[in-house]
């Protein structure tokens, strides 16, 4: 299969059914014909002790990764992704837009971003990530990654060992996801508490900076770019704190709140 | 995943202005070091290599060399502003004392600390000796 970022794509091989059943389902709003020369070419292989996974021309019984289960291959099949695309800030967030405009999600794993960013998109937004965005620092823009959400039943508790038990994917039509990147207008840290009602709030610049730090997934590339791309994004536009514990709560605090502001980015 | 570290002081930030007043030439030498610790005599200097980027309730410092990124709350960065290395650690917390509303003698283990910790972090360095 050929998975596609922008104008790029890697060509997935596998021997494992499961394997390409899964990935097919993960990347559907992803999947491209034969690209005429893809950045690089991936195999999968069932192992006895789980999956290994060799790029390009790597050979021989101990290359490549050994990966334990599906939802390692998943996320490695979409680093790799990533890295055909250097040039973009790389951002562990979920991204929504509306009205021409991106709301970022970024935050660590269980802080509710697939959760958020479905219930917004079960309203009317479009959908540009759940777990990794590019953003295009010449144009402050985030780019477009679909990958199938996988969304936490909500009477789940965080067990990082049952992950793939405890989430499911959640099925988007082709017509709410974004295609093109987006003018980011407000960014959202989203922060999961037990019994919390929806709270949305300004957050100050410095603690909006350290956080978008922490969030990048490929920070060592860009280094001091990076650092004065994130000062001067968290100058420019509005960011905010969302404490929750129940995602749709969430999800029609931001539409209340920030609606308006993305008609001033788009408009 | 970035590296980042939140840096601050506690020098009563929403009391201190970016600008305060002349700084007069230093302190006594007589206030005893902390254990292990810088004393009010140290000079420290920001080193050429690390980069700053000014917000609205802080500084955003990043140390190219660590790929490290720091932020420093409103007390810090008035400290870190006063390491020029011409200013001793007496003196920085003499100048801050002005715009604090605590005496030089209070500000100066604060002082202290913060420039012990931008010291650790390899963001400043010791004025060199004439």
Redesign the interface.
Known sequence: MHIKLLRNAITVRTDASEVAEWLARSFSLMLAQQPRRPSFEVQILRSTDGYRILRDCEAGPSAGRLLPNLAEVRREVAIMLMETRPELLWL?AGAVAKGGAAVLLPGPWGSGKSSIATSLCASGWLYLSDDMVGIDMEKNAAVPFPITPLVREPTCALHADHWMAIKREFRLSKRSVCKKPQPLAVAVFPEYKPNAPANLNRC????A??K??????N??QH??R???Y??EL??KIPVYQLTYSFAPAAAAEIEHTLEPLLGEVSG | MGRAVFLGCTIRPETLAKESANAPNSMSDSIPDEAGGVGPSFKPRRRSTVRQHELPDGLLIFNPQSLKAFALNASASAVWDLCDGNHTIADIALELSQCAGRTPEELLPDVATAVQKLLELGLVEQDALP
């Open positions: 562990h100050d610049t410095l603690a900076s350290m978008l730090f922490e969030s990048c997934m920070f060592r280094g001091e990076a650092v004065a994130i000062a968290v100058r």
